[in-house]
Structures are given as structure tokens and as C-alpha cells.
């Protein structure tokens, strides 16, 4: 276990069980990030701050859906991050109190360190506890924007890919693709639906203002775009399927059509030529000067290929 | 018929009809699990407790949705759980009222004997009867997570073995597999959205309080995960269904090209051969020396392959 | 025509205008239920018992949706039934008042002869109008779930049937049951809304009482029931037909790749024979022992073999 | 232009603006219908009648979706006819106030001509001005079903000519078949909307009765069927989509087999007789007699056709 | 960066800094149109006009959804504009107050010139800042229309050289369409909503009118039919990609019919053709006369002809 401890001042204090609580005692605690705790101190933290042990045990077996449940005291937060295609979603549990923000998560991810850091750093007025959250809920939702940008590249490749040449690799890439995309789809639509609940007053946290609002509704906007590309993902994805079958069969249409070429031109041919040469010793005893064998035996297969290419361009195939 | 019957002091009592009546008289029966009861039974059961005659040929008929039916004196409540599979879901009927909880089921399920041991085992507080109907929907429903865990694994490697080698197995497997996701959303979504009535007020169960409100709302938020993931699994199914018809068109694509080749390199140098050695007795008499046979013979096939070949990596075949 | 006119204590009348006249008048008129009436005694019957004239309209001229209406004086009840899968829905037209139920339908149904037994054989409380309704809208509405049922057996049996070898009969198969499928959500879909609006109390009907509603809360079930079976059938008609085009590409691989392995095999033996043979005087006039033929003739034949036999087996073809 | 102009006596009077304006005068203007004016005529009217320039707009401009725009002193109506399925919908705009009922279209319709000669032709009660738009909403409205109704009939043609033998010009059918009912669907909808919002009261027009509105929710309810036919259509013409595929691959799959057993049989026989005849001089010399031909010609011929035979019956081929 | 600045007599301005300022402080600023502008610039304007540092914010990163947020004292709306099919979207920021109406885009725009003209050319009354707005929006809007006819026309040209010849490269027109539609339904469908949301006074705008209101509600209807345009060519492109599955399997179909029936002709024949002439030493040296020759040599292909074309007109493959 690994923890992040800071101050009302922003100060970031080591971190500790007594720090933790003198600060919390003093009223002076802001942020308390903890990195994968045993559920033994995460027990013992939720039974000092009051949090309720259904949440706690949410917080100890993680894979919940994005949600806000407002318990009296504190606020319950789930919500979840990315840190690139190919790890799995990083998921947050946050207890938020007018007193508190604690935030427990399993794996690390960009935006904690970048929150940390503008908080210790800047200088002038420091966030309360909500802009706070508000601040780390934003990291963790335009995080994904990056990501799914990389996404879209991808599925360009891809297409571009499956035009040029199509392989089984490909096939695996779309089912993983689409994998991927279902799984962030099945915690987007919930974050969003969870900060949609919170600007339409639905849910209420203590010490939310109209200002603060504001800022939440673009984070709800943000949320919303992100939907939608993932929407129009899925959507260009089973397109992609779609053309992978009709390019593998426009494929083995024009080899088809290369095999039925030769094979109309070649098999006749072969069939005069053992007609002509094989059958009859009557007429391969008299075929035996040169101008014969010029004019009757390559004029015949002259004759035939031209009637050949005469078809073929009439019926458009060449 | 089997019967379980245990008291509101967690004692397991001899399920007789006798032990039944005396303590619903002293108002100390907190449940009573019935197995598989004969019609008989249950209306005489029925009749004795004031339930509902349509709820009773309910309970005598099965084949019901997920739902909760509020009576006056007491609530019918219909719930599925899973027990693996290959088996049927195990359908429930419950009739609980603040003076009772009555079980009937036809099949065995895991959740019941869990129940029951944690009932009679544990010391402490007893659940109280709402309580205890919350824990019994509880292991109805969280049986399914390790099932349909299984039925993701199943996905995959139904996926792997499309990609490796299609088979007609594979189909009959992919249509059953289909079945059985449609079978569980059919019981799971009015499973949801009967907790969902209870949890948003809608429907109100004599005995609900705020905080045991909480505990149907985290019920609430499982099913809505379980929902979820039958939603993306039958996503990921037709995905598998569309890669198995492109894997199948891709290798088709690549058997013919295969064809394709053999033909246009063999039947073009089966033509020459026919034509240079059998036509005309003129060729062949004086086609009878070893460098003519170097020469011509082999120099002339030489020069077809090196033709075809090029002509093929030109077409980017090779 | 024919019809049959039931009065209040159950006893079936003779089906004469005078009768039904009389019954009226002494309000003992339990039910007339019209088969293929003309248009003109339908329209003097709706004169005398004051139908509006629109209801009247849709009753000669059928093919409507299942509604209810609420005119002042009386309802319009449209509910449909199914008689078997070969035949066209059973469309049951009702007029509905605390003072009448009459009915009018063009085809026969079970439910009709099985309501009016249980009407006059039965001792004991006769029902009043309102449940007469409800048995008769529960009867019709039942009688879809055991053709519901052979349905569903005969879809599991086309599967296995194109699983085993797809016709084009199979294809025709799929399309009227995808048809009749059709037909049946389009009247299933409206006669649960409109139970629903009866059950929600949106349409209210003279005489329902809270324990009627139970009755028509359970038929509103039925329905839902028979809309989930209706939904997930045509999902499983979908993916039957996705599997025919599966299962006939796949056999087409295998044909074609039957195919390829014979040309693969015999075309490049069939130039071999004939470069050896045919060609050069020079050489077929020194291959005249029989070591040179066992040698060279059958020992080039059996390499050959024994090469593809490798590369086939390298590529995971035998 | 053309115009009809009906007075509320039911004559049919000259169409001029000076009989217009003297009947609008006179407050005995019940109809007047516009066929394809002028903009210069249509702006003058609109002006004349105080009709709003947004409304009179979106007349001289039509490409309009159906709806009903609520302007204090009139509404505009816009509903959508068909005349047949290979004629663009009829558009027809109607300012309807308790003064005047104007109709503007720019093409021809059935149900003008029926409305007109209904209104002048018959005796006794003339409608009033509200119960004339319903009775031509009415009318464009039920126009649509024998249309669909040919529309059906062609869905199970083309089926049957796809079954039969699939065709390029069946996939064009196809999708102009699909374009039409898109066309379709694009104003029943909203046409059904806008009367719901008549019927449920969202929209109040003038003049409107309970018992006008019960002509209205027919209306409704005719809407609702045509909107139901066309979401069937849809289904089956996809449906149909997918069975043209199946049909093709399944054709080819016979074809394909054909050919196998085809090459199967004759190319090993070629090589078989190409061995045995070409290859060396020892051999040929030595098979002279007629028992050697019989026996060994033709004897090796049969038994390899007989093995393959026997192959292809085991295989279930023949 | 580029500015045009009018007044509310309709003048245009020379677009600096200090007339904008003094503009503002007579309340004469009617439109600020800012083109490209660098983020400093935009700071300061906004810190002048008071407009919110959120709203600045989206306007220097712009890649926002359509929207109207309502701050106290401006309004920010997000709309988009098209140009042509091959250009991105043009995304529009505005700020609306009584006092002022700024715009901010970074692309060019047809609408924004037309707008312009007619402000300063036109005689006569001149709109209010809202109705500016609502014009702005409308010709943004409208200028949709041209566009997607031209994508119609597209689909249909498309649709047309898919069943004259399928290509792979209008399987990249079709992805790359289908890409174009989904960004244009990302833009469209939250325009539509921003306008509903106007039009059913969910958000209001100052200075709002009835008669205002009427525009915006055109502008809405217009939104509408946009939205089922876009809807209606994804159905339609989806149409497209099937049909060309279809009609290259249908090819495919006939091109391996006409090689299974060149096969089918000649490999027997190539067969008979070396059976009796290459392998017995016995028949090759009686058939010796022209009169065998014709007899048996061409009477035993002729018959075999005559044969296959009977099966092949009996089986319709002719």
C-alpha cells in the first residue's frame, strides 16, 4: 500500500495513519489517495471516518459500475479512467465528505499524479474539497480522449489494412477492438449518466454552488462526446467487418474469373490438340509437311484464342 | 416434497406441517423453503397463510417472469437464479409478509443451502425476514457472475478456435450459446426492473426501511452489471458469427487462389507440351537430338514458369 | 350467421333477434357472441343497443388493431387470437357494457366453444360480464402460448436441419416464419399496451374492481410473456439464417478445397506424363526397358505424390 | 393554376378571386383548393386571409415534413398523400381557421376528387370545416393502404423470384424498394405524430368535439397501421436481402460440388490414361491384342469410376 | 486574425479594438464576427465583455458539441455549419446578450457572408440580436441541404456502379461516407436538441418572442428533417454494402457456372480423346481410314456435346 496525504494548504504530509488523523481531527484534511490498501486499514479507515460498510466493501472488491450513492454522511464515488489500449480501465472509489476526499484505486493512472502535482505546486487560492473532485473526475474522463483519438487512428489503419490485403490477423484485431470498446462503453454510459444526475439535482453532494455546477455540466458534455465517439466507433467497426467480407470476395470473385479464363481457354485447346494429333494415325500420317503444320495446326489455336479474347471483351472481363 | 423450516432464532425445526402451523401461531417462523411441494400441499399451505389463489397457481404452474405482486396482507415474488450452464434456470417463488417468508422452487440452487447456513451457524443478530429475502435475491443473483465469467471464457475461446479452424460445431455452439443468453435476459430484466420498483418506491414491502433500502440498491446495482454483460455478450456472439463467415471466406479466397495457380502454370504448359509432341509427324521426326531436347523441350517450360511468376508477384499473389 | 346468446345464469338461449331483444330488456344478457354476422344485422344490432356507429364500422369491416375505446355508453374492446400456425390470427371484435358483452368474429377459435362450456356446464357463481371479458381475452391470449411453443420446436429443428444440409426450401421456411413471426408481434404488441392501460387505470371499464384487476394484471403478464417469446424467436430466426450462409460457405471450402487438392495433385502429374511422353522422339525411343519404366516412370509419379503429400499435411489440409 | 372553390352549401362555385373573396365575406367559404398556384396568387391569398409569411413560405416552397404549427388566427397543416408506388408522395399544405379551409398541392391525388364529389354529390348535412380536414386527412390517409397492400404483393414476388433464380436486377429492385419506403416512413411518422398531438390535446384546433376527436383517434389508429406495415416491410425486405445472399452461396455450393466431382473423376483418369499410353515405348509395344485393350483399358477406367462413386455416396454427395 | 464588426444601423465598421469598445459602450454592437482568433485576444474580449472563462475556454479549443449554455448575462451557443463533403464540419462559437453578439470560427463559411450582405445591403427595418442569431443559425443550418442532396445523389451513383461493377474502391467510398454521415449525426442530432430545448422553453434566450419563437421553431422543423436525412442515407449506405456483397457472390456465382461448364464439356472429352487414341498400340493402328475418322472419331464428341448441352438446358444453366 502506497498513500498521498495533503493538506487544506495544499502541503502534501507524509503519510501516515496519525497524520491522516490529526489532520482530520483539525479539519485540515484535504486529500487522502491510497494505492491499493489492504482491506484491514481500509476497514479500520472507513470505520474512523463513518463510511458505511456496504461502500467499504465496494472499495475492497472493486468492479462496480460508475455511480454516486449518497449516504447521509458522505457521498459514495465510483468512476473510472484509461491509461491506454492495451491495460484495462483504471477504476477510482472516492468517499467525499465536506471534510474529506479519499480515493482508493489498484492501478495508477496519469491523471492522480497531474492533480497532485497542480495542487502542490501552484501557487494562489487552493480548490476546496468538490472542485477537487470535480478536478480529478475531469483528469480522469479527458484522459480517455487521447486514447480513443489513438482508437480512431487505429480503426483507419485498419480499414486501410483490410482493402490492401485481408488477413485472419485482422478478424482477432476487430474482436479485440471491439472488446475494448464494449468495455469502455459499459462504464461511460454509467459516469455519464451518474455526472447527469448530479447537474440535474437529481443527486446532490454537500457544498455543490451554481458555479461549481457549471463546471460539472462540461464535464457532462465531455462525457457525452466521448459516448458518441464511442458510438460511432462501434459503428465503423462492424462497418469494417463488413468490408472485410466483401473485399475477401471481391477478391475471390476476380480470382475466380482468372481460373475460368484459363481454364476456357486452355482446356478446349488442349482437347484440339489431342484431337487433331492423338486419334487417328489416318490423319497424323498425312500431316507431315511444314506448311500444314503452320497453317492448320497453330492457325487453329490462333483461331481459338481470338474467339476467346472476343468473348472475354464483350462480356466486359478484360 | 422436502421442506426446510427455520425459526426467527435461526434454529433449523423438522419441517412438519404441525411445526409449520406453531410457530406462524407464535409469529417465530421466519422461513419456510419448500422443494418441488405436490399442488395438494401448496394450496392447503395457501389457504392457511390468506394467499392469493392466483398466486398460489402461479407457484403450482412455474414458467412465470421476475416479479413482485403486492397483495394486501402479503407480496409474491418471483426471482431466477442459475446453477450452471448446461442446466435450466432455477426459477423461485416467494411469498413474504411481516409474519413469514415461504419459498418454493423445483430445482436445487447453491443460494438456498448458503443461506441457511449462515442462518443457522452464525451467531449474533438475526436477518429479519425483509433481510432475509434481501440475502436470498442476493445469492440468486450474484450466482450468475461466475457463470456468465464462464460463458466470457467460452466466447473466447469459441473466437480462438473460429480464427484457428471453422467448423459446423462451432455454429451449432454458437446458436446455443445464443439461446442460453437469450433465456438468461429474458429473466434478468424484469428481475432488474422488479428491484428497481422496489428501490425507486414504486412498490413498497411492508417492513423496507432507509437502511435496508441501501442493500436492495446495491442488489439493484449488480443486476444492472449482469444486464450489461448479457447485453455485450451477445454483441461479442454475432461479432463471432460475422468473423466465422469471414475467417470461412478468407481461407476459401486463399484455397482458390491456390487453384488458381496450379491451373494457370499447369494447363498452359500441359497445352504446349501436347502441341510441340503430338500434332504433326513433321515436328516430331525432327525433333530427335539431345540439344534440341535441352533446347527446346525443357527451355520452353523454363520460360513459362519465369513468366507466370513474375506475372504473379506483379499481382502481389506471392 | 350463427350466434349464441348466453344469459345471466348461464344458460345458453336460443339465438333468435326476439330473444336476444327480451333478454336485454329484463337486463339478463350475459353474452351474444356473432359469428360472420352480415352487415346489416350488425348494424341494426348496434342501432338497438346504441354502438356507435365508428365501432360498428370497424366490426363489418375487421382488420383493425387490438384497442380499447372508451365510448360513453359502452367500450370497444379488438383483441386477437391464434387457431395454428397455417391459419390467419382469430381478430375478435367486443362491445362492452355493464348491461351487455357482445362479441363478433369471422373465424373459429377453442377459446369460444371452451368459455361458453365452462358458462353452462359449470354449477355454481356465475361470473359477471367484466370477468366473462377478462376469461375470454385470457383465453384467447393463452391460446398463442402453445403454438408458441411448436414454434419454437420448429425452429430448433431447421436449425438442425441446416446445420445437416441447407436447401433452398429451408430458406423459404425461414422467410414465412419470419412473416408469420411479424404478423404476431404486430397484434400482440397493442393488445399488451392495451391491458396495460387497463391495469395502469389510463382506461377505465364500468365494474372493475380491485380483485378483477388482479386477474387482468395477471393476463397483462401473459402478454408480456408472449412478447418476450415473440422478440427472442425472431433473434433466433435471425441467427438461423446467418448460420444457413455460414454452414453453405463452409461446405463450400471444404468442396473447394477437395477440389484444389485433386488439381494440385494431378494436373502437375498429368504435365510430368506428358513431358516424358509425348515430346521428343530422342528420348521416348531410349526409354524402352522395363527398369526404365519402373525407375523413372513410376518412381517420378510416386515423388510427386509424396511431396504434395508433405506440403498438404504442413498446411494443416489432411 | 387550378382551382376548386366550395361553398358551405356544398355548391361548387367558380374558382375567382372575386367569388373567393365574396364567399370569405359572406363567411360561406368552406373550401377552397389551390392546384399548383403561383407564388405571386399564394402570397396575394395569404395576405388577404392573414395568413403568417412563414406559413405561406414554407407553401410556395413545399418539401415540408408533416405537422400541425398552431398561429392564432389559423393552423397549418401539412399531411402527406400517395398516389401510386412509382410516383413521388403528394405534399398538401391546409390553412385551416373556423372561416376557411384553403388546400395547396403541387400534383394530383385520388382523394381531392373524392372529397369534392362526397361534398357536392350527396344530399342532406354538410360537414363543417373541421370535420372536411378530417375527412380529407382521412382519405390521404387510407390511400396509403391499397398501396402498401401492392407493395406486399411485390415483397412475396420478389421472394419467389429470388428463390427461383437470383438476379443483378432483383438487388436493384430491392433497393429502390427500400428507398420508397423510406420515403414512407420519413412522413408517416411524423403525419401520426401530429394527429396524436390533435387526439391526446397537445395541439387544440378550433371547433374540435369530443365527438370530432373520435373520427380523429381512428384516424390515429390508421396511421398507426400503416406505420406497423412499413416497419414489417422493412424487416421482410431485409429478410429478403439476406435470403438472396443464401440463395446465391447455396447455388453455388452445387456448382462448385458439380465441378469437384467433375474433376474428381476425369482428371485422375487422364493421367490413369496418359501413364499408361504415353510414357514408354515397352509398354505400348507390348498391349497389342484385343483381350489386353478390354481388360486392362477399359477394365482400370470402370473400377476407378466405381471407387469414386462409391467415395462420393459415402460423403452423401449423389 | 480577421473581424467584422456592424453596428445596429446596419453599418459596417473597420474592426478594431477601439470601435468594438466604444460600439459596446453606446450599446451599438450588433455582430462581432472574429475570425481565427489567437487566444489572447479572445482572453481579453472576454474578460471586457464579462463573458465566463469556461466558455472563453471552449472558443480557444473549440472541438465542442452543439450547445446553449446559459450564463447570467450571455448565453455561449456551439453550432456547426458545412461547406462541402470533403471539408470538415465549420464549427461556430457565439455569445449572445442583448448588448452584443460575438461569433468566433476558424473556418470560412458561405453563411456568414451571406448573413453579412444581408445586414448591410438591404434597406429597411433591421433585425434584433436575436434574430440575427436565429438567421445565423438558419443559414448554418440550411446549408446543410445542398450538401446532403449532392451526398444523395452520391449513393445513388454509387448503388448504380455497384451492380454494373463491383470495385474495392467504392468499398473505401462507403467507409469513408459512412465515416462523413456519423460526424455529420454527432453535429446534428445535439443542434436539434439545443433548438428544442429553445422552442419548448426549457432554456430561454432574452429578448425571446412570440413571433420569434415561431422562426426558431421553423429553424427546428428544419433540424428535424435533417436528422432524418442523415438517418435515412446510413440506411441506405448500409443497403449499399449489402447489395454489393450480393452482387459479388452473384458474379462469383455465374463466373464458376461458366467454368464448371467448360469443365464439364471437356474433361470428359479430353478423357475419350486420349482413351482411344493414346493407349492401345491394337486400336490406333486399325482406325487408319478417313471413314473411321469421321465416324468414330468426330461422331464420339459431337454425341458427347449434344449430351452435355440437353443436361445444361435441363438443368436452366443455358
Sequence with gaps: MKAYLIAVDGSEVDASREAAV???????LL??????????????LSEFLGIHPLATKDAQRFGQRPKIEDYDSFAQVVAYGVHSINEPLVE?????????????????????????????QHEGKRPNRLMLLYRLLGELTDGFFPVLSDFDDQIDQL???????????????????????????KVITPQRDMIASLVSGVTELPGMTREIERYFRELYDHLIRISDLVD?????????????????S????????QLTIIATIFLPL???????GQNFGWMVQRLTSLGVFLGLGIGTEVAAVVLLLWLFRRRGWL
Tied chains: 1, 2, 3, 4, 5.
Excluded at 490529526?22 to 485540515?28: P, Q, V
Excluded at 488442349?270 to 487433331?276: E, I, K, N, Q, V
Design 22 to 28: 490529526r489532520l482530520f481531527n483539525e479539519d485540515k
Design 159 to 185: 480499414q486501410d489494412a483490410i482493402l490492401a490485403k485481408p488477413t485472419d490477423a485482422q478478424l482477432a484485431d476487430l474482436f479485440s477492438m471491439k472488446r475494448w470498446l464494449i468495455t469502455v462503453r
Design 250 to 257: 471481391n477478391r475471390l470473385n476476380q480470382v475466380t474469373k
Design 270 to 276: 488442349s482437347f484440339l490438340t489431342g484431337f487433331f
Design 92 to 120: 477510482v472509489h472516492g468517499f467525499y465528505s465536506p471534510h474529506y476526499l479519499v480515493t482508493v484505486r489498484k492501478q495508477d493512472c496519469a491523471a492522480f499524479a497531474e492533480v497532485r502535482a497542480t495542487l502542490t
Design 31 to 44: 486529500w487522502l489517495d491510497l494505492f491499493d490498501p489492504d482491506d484491514e486499514s481500509l476497514a479500520q
Design 232 to 248: 460511432s466507433y462501434r459503428d465503423l467497426l462492424s462497418g469494417s467487418l463488413d468490408s472485410y467480407l466483401s473485399v475477401v
